[in-house]
C-alpha cells in the first residue's frame, strides 16, 4: 500500500507540473501530507499499514535463527508496536534483559515490490512521452527499485545502522539505536529500543487531543509545543549536520522515523537507505544557504552549478535573471529572509523545471526533510522561520571552517568588493550566530572552543550601542574582542583581518563612531603602561614588600590588560599589526 501510494504521489506531483499548477504547491507536498485533512490518511500509511498476522511473523524468525522463538528472545509482545511497508516491528527483551524493537520482514515481498516498480517505471515512460521531456524520468524507478531491493535485506539496514551510528555519535544531540548483530538476519533486525514521542503524537498534544487524556490543561499543551519545537530546531540540526559535516545522509527523513526522547534528543529510525554526499556538494549547499540568506541570486546559480544541479550549456544568465524576478520580492526581517522555506524551494523548484535541471539524490533528500521538519512546526507555530533556525549553524560553520572554499563565502558576507568590512552585515551574522540558544547552545553540534563561544558572540554583536554603554559594558566587550582573537580556533578571523583593506579599517578607527573603542584603546594602554612601570621601578619592591600604603599587594590586573599583554607578545598578532601599519605607511 505505501508503495502504491508512492507511486500515486509521484506521479501526481509530475501531471501537476504538466498542468501548470503553482510549483510551491509541488515541493511542499511533504507539507501538504501532514497538514491537509484530505491527505491525512495516506499520510499516516508511513505507521499504519495493515500488520500481518503473528504466526506468520514468529514462522519468519523461526526460519531465520532454525530455532524456537523462546530460545532467540525471552519475551514478544503479542501485537506488534508498528506496521510500516517492509515489515512490522514488536517490543521485546533480550535474555540478559535488554529492551529491544524486533523489526521483521512480511512474507513474500520481493514479488510485490518488483510489480510495483515495473508499473512505475511503465508510467513514468507514458508521462514522459506525454510531457516530451529530454531526460529519462523512469530512470527514477530504477534508483528506486535499486534502494527498495537493498532494503529487504536487513543485513544491509544492520551495517547503515552501525555506520550512521559511528558517524554521528560525537554529537550529543542525535540519538542512534545500537544494532544487535548477533540477533540480526536477513529478514529480522534487532536494535536497541527507542523511547521517546512520535511529532505527530506531540503536534496532537500540542492542539489539545491526546487519546488516553479526556483534556489537556494548557501547562500541557505549552509543554507539547516545546517539545515539539525543540525537536524540529535540532532536526534542523541534525539535517545540516549531515549535510555540512559528515556527508552521511538519512534516506527516508519523514516525520515518522523521527523520536523526541526523554532527555531531549532527536532518535531516528529506520536505516534502509542512506545517501553519501561529495565534499563539494557540502561546500556549494553551504554556500547557497548564505547566498539565499544575502539575496545574492548571481552566486546562487554558480552554488547550484557545484551541486551538478544546473545542466551544461544553461543560459546561466537567463537562469539568474529569473531568479531575480522570483526571489527579488523576498523581505528581510533581522537580516533573515521573511519567508517560509517550503516557498523558496518552491520558486526555485519553477525554475529548475524550466530549464530541465537535474535532482541529484542528496538534493531532494535534504529538501525533503527540512521542509517536512518545517511543515510540522508550522503547523504549531505559524511564525517559525527556518531559515532562523539553520543560519547560526551555517554562520559557527564558517567561524571554525578554515578550507579555502569556506573561507572565500565568509569573504563575501563580510567584505564588499573593495574588501571594505561592511560593519552592518558583521553585527548582523554576529547576531544571527547566537541567535536563541535555539539548537546550538543545548546540542553541541559544533564543539565549545575557547574564544568562538555562543555568549560571547552574542555580546560582541552589540558593540553597534555602545555608545550608549557603561564604560565597564564597554570594557568587557572590548576584551572579548581581544579574546577571540587570541583564541587558537579563531585562525579565520585572523585571516579575513590580514585579507582587509587596512586604508578602509584605519578610516572606521577614527570615524565618530569608533570614540568609545578610541577610549577604551587609551585606557586599556594606559593600563598597560603602568603595569610595565610598575614592574621595572622600584615601586614595584614597595608593593611587594607594602611599604606604600597606596599600593595594593593584591591589585588585579584587569582583563583588558591582561588580554593587550597576551596581544602584544602574540607573534601571530604581531604579524598583522606589521602589515596593518606597513600598508598605512604606503
Known amino acids: ?287 547557497s544557504i548564505v547566498h539565499i540568506v544575502n539575496g545574492d541570486w548571481a552566486s546562487l546559480v554558480y552554488d547550484l552549478i557545484e551541486m551538478d544541479v544546473v545542466p551544461p550549456r544553461t543560459n546561466l544568465r537567463r537562469v539568474t535573471m529569473d531568479l531575480e524576478d522570483t526571489l527579488g520580492e523576498v523581505t528581510y526581517e533581522g537580516g533573515i529572509p521573511d519567508i517560509k522555506f517550503s516557498r523558496v524551494l518552491g520558486k526555485i523548484w519553477s525554475i529548475a523545471l524550466k530549464y530541465h535541471f537535474r535532482m541529484p539524490p542528496y538534493f531532494t533528500l535534504v529538501l525533503r526533510s527540512i521542509a517536512s521538519l518545517e511543515g510540522l512546526a508550522i503547523a504549531q507555530d505559524g511564525t517559525f522561520k527556518t531559515f532562523q533556525a539553520a543560519y547560526p549553524y551555517v554562520v559557527r560553520k564558517l567561524l571554525s571552517d578554515n578550507s579555502l572554499d569556506t573561507r572565500k563565502v565568509l569573504h563575501q558576507v563580510i567584505f564588499n568588493r573593495r574588501k571594505e568590512f561592511q560593519w552592518q552585515k558583521i553585527a548582523v551574522f554576529l547576531k544571527l550566530a547566537s541567535a536563541r540558544g535555539n539548537f546550538r547552545q543545548n546540542t553541541g553540534a559544533l564543539p565549545e572552543r575557547k574564544g568562538l563561544d555562543v555568549s560571547n558572540l552574542a555580546e560582541i554583536s552589540d558593540a553597534s550601542s555602545l555608545d550608549r554603554a557603561t564604560p565597564e559594558r564597554a570594557m568587557h566587550t572590548a576584551n572579548l574582542c581581544l579574546r577571540l582573537l587570541l583564541s587558537r580556533d579563531s585562525i579565520v578571523i585572523r585571516r579575513l583581518i590580514m585579507t582587509a583593506n587596512h586604508k578602509s579599517l584605519a578610516r572606521d578607527l577614527i570615524s565618530k563612531d569608533a570614540a568609545i573603542f578610541r577610549a577604551l584603546l587609551s585606557r586599556a594602554l594606559a593600563d598597560v603602561v603602568c603595569q610595565w612601570m610598575v614592574k621595572v621601578t622600584a615601586l614595584k619592591q614597595l608593593r611587594d614588600r607594602g611599604d606604600d600604603p597606596g599600593l595594593s599587594k593584591e591589585a588585579p590586573i584587569s582583563p583588558v590588560v591582561s588580554s593587550l599583554q597576551e596581544v602584544v607578545r602574540d607573534r601571530r598578532l604581531k604579524v598583522i599589526f606589521s602589515k596593518f601599519v606597513k600598508d598605512l605607511r604606503e
Open 1 to 287: 500500500q505505501i508503495l502504491h501510494s508512492y507511486c500515486f504521489i509521484f506521479l501526481t506531483s509530475i501531471c501537476f507540473t504538466l498542468s501548470q499548477l503553482s510549483s510551491a504547491h509541488i515541493l511542499s507536498l511533504e507539507i501538504k501530507l501532514a497538514l491537509a485533512p484530505q491527505f491525512q490518511a495516506l499520510a499516516e500509511l508511513h505507521e499504519r499499514v495493515p500488520p500481518f498476522p503473528r504466526e506468520d511473523a514468529m514462522k519468519i524468525i523461526e526460519g531465520e535463527f532454525e530455532r524456537p522463538v523462546s530460545q532467540v528472545f525471552s519475551y514478544i509482545s503479542d501485537e506488534p508496536v508498528a506496521s510500516a511497508s517492509f515489515g512490522q516491528v514488536y517490543q521485546g527483551r533480550t535474555f540478559d534483559g535488554a529492551l529491544v524493537a524486533i523489526k521483521v520482514q512480511r512474507p513474500n515481498l520481493l514479488p510485490s515490490v518488483l510489480r510495483d516498480i515495473y508499473i512505475l517505471r511503465l508510467g513514468l515512460s507514458f508521462v514522459r512521452k506525454v510531457a516530451k521531456r529530454r531526460s529519462n524520468i523512469s530512470l527514477y524507478a530504477d534508483e528506486l527499485g535499486k534502494g527498495f531491493v537493498d532494503e529487504l535485506d536487513y543485513n544491509i539496514e544492520a551495517d547503515n545502522a552501525t555506520k550512521f551510528l559511528d558517524t554521528h555519535s560525537k554529537y550529543s544531540f542525535v540519538m542512534v539505536p545500537k544494532v544487535l548483530k548477533q540477533l540480526t538476519r536477513k529478514r529480522v533486525l534487532t536494535m536497541e529500543w527507542v523511547a521517546g514521542e512520535n511529532p505527530r503524537e506531540l503536534l496532537s498534544l500540542a492542539k489539545g487531543i491526546s487519546g488516553s487524556i479526556a483534556q489537556l490543561s494548557e501547562k500541557q499543551k505549552l509543554d507539547a509545543k516545546a517539545r515539539l519545537l525543540d525537536l524540529v530546531n535540532k532536526g534542523v540540526e541534525a539535517s545540516l549536520v549531515q549535510l555540512l559535516e559528515t556527508g552521511l545522509l538519512h534516506a527516508d527523513p519523514h516525520p515518522g522515523n523521527l523520536r523526541y526522547t526523554p532527555d531531549g534528543r532527536v532518535g531516528f529510525l529506520d536505516f534502509g537507505l542512506l545517501c553519501e554526499m561529495e565534499k563539494k556538494h557540502s561546500r556549494a549547499m553551504l554556500s
